[in-house]
């Protein structure tokens, strides 16, 4: 190992501020200088791409000295245990036993950045679902910033009468359950508009016709515009734990903007350019020239729209930036009791799992956040017309999410290289050993340490009580507030 004559750079390995925890490794975004050369040892750790690889993910960790692979996670005959090393998964979670990871196939020294369970968020009719269960139970006051959402077919009923008490005078929005970048939404005012869509299916050996699923939400109204443009915002949160919850809210983010000025006029009602914000749909609309400066395509950051209502309509940011925090961490706790039962069912080790989520959170004009989906697979891919404020936020994120997880150095190339290690990045380390310690993360908990979790685990349960106390019966808040729209 060599300088590279950087003296200020950064050290590839650090040790951690906890006596008897080993090292672990540092990622940095590609422009950022190391203040030392890769030793041989450090090049033998593996990176897996087991499905599609990541452009931005690579790079953060081949600049960190990781080789990459490709991997197997997904394969019915794959039965092989995966013994050790890093995964970075790019597929969707799934239900179905085809598509699925199978997480009792990773050993504790498997690092990976999925969750068993999170398809209860990432799937938007399961989020509503479990969304409404906690609606129910804490009421509207408490958990009303998800826009409220019809599952069809099962529920037209519900929604047709809904859309007849309010004489067709709102505005619905069409979703599909699983899918993302704006694909199949429509804008609605009337049952007769609602899409249906039938597939033969195969069951028992038999052709059943089946109604495809769909979402209607309540569409809201009144954003907040920027020159008359309506927008959204994904923001992003590492979930590092889930029993107890671990969240990590990221500052910066990303701002999008629909393409045409907002308008809920009739005649507009199918042009999409105007209601939705996915850049992969929006980058197929007209050329913008009136977007705020510092915009590339329909793309700003959430640093640069904070400064702008500071500065153009004079708005303190601070309290929505805290509404978007309560709205992250509830977001959390609608999915959390059936994710806990699954990692606590399929995962080994407290060392296994994280979870990068992407959230797109709304504004409406009184400055109040809702959720509109969860991302469990945020897009981290470097578009060339937005080229400038991909890579500047995203290649950050990944670095700081590496670090925040903490990746030891693999156990076998800790035991093979550990004299190699210690002397090229370690001088004075007094640690028993320099790699993954399984002891640091096992799942068995003493008394004590129960007894601690305990407290500030329930203590949020305590406040949500306590504030639905004072909002009165969380039924009654539902049937209260049933007849409002967003």
Known sequence: MTSNGDDHGTPRIRSSLFPNVPPYHVFLPPWKNYNCTISPALREEEWQ?????????KDVVEHAGFKIAKGILRCDDEKDIIMAGFIWDNLPLVEKSIDAIDFTRLKHGVKINKFPGFFDLNRKDLLWKNFYKMQLKYGVKVFGF??????LPAERK?????MKSEKFSKLYIVKLPNNYCGIGACMIDHPKMIPQKKKVHTENNKPVTKEDPIIVQSYISNPYLINGYKFDFRIYVLVTSVDPLRIYLYK???VRFATEKFSTSKENLEN?????TNFTFNKKGDTVRDYPPGCQVNKWSVYELWDYLKEKDHIDPTPFWEGTKDVVIKTLLCGHENIDKMVKASVGSFYNNYNLLGLDIFIDTDLKPYLLEVNTIPSLFINQISKEIDLRLKAPIIAETMNICGHHISTSVAARHKA????SY???????????????????RSQEEVVKQDKYTN???EIINGESCKNGDGDGDVEEEEEEEE
Do not use: W
């Open 459 to 461: 203590s949020y349960d």
């Open 420 to 423: 190699d290690i210690v002397k």
């Open 49 to 57: 791409f087991p499905a599609q690889i990541m452009p931005v993910v």
């Open 426 to 444: 370690l001088p004075g380390y007094e640690g028993k050993t320099v790699g993954y310690d399984h002891r640091m993360y096992c799942k068995v």
């Open 252 to 254: 910066n983010g990303l």
């Open 146 to 151: 998800h826009p409220d959402t019809y599952r």
């Open 158 to 162: 519900e929604l047709i009468a809904r």
């Open 272 to 276: 999409m350019f105007i209601h939705l």
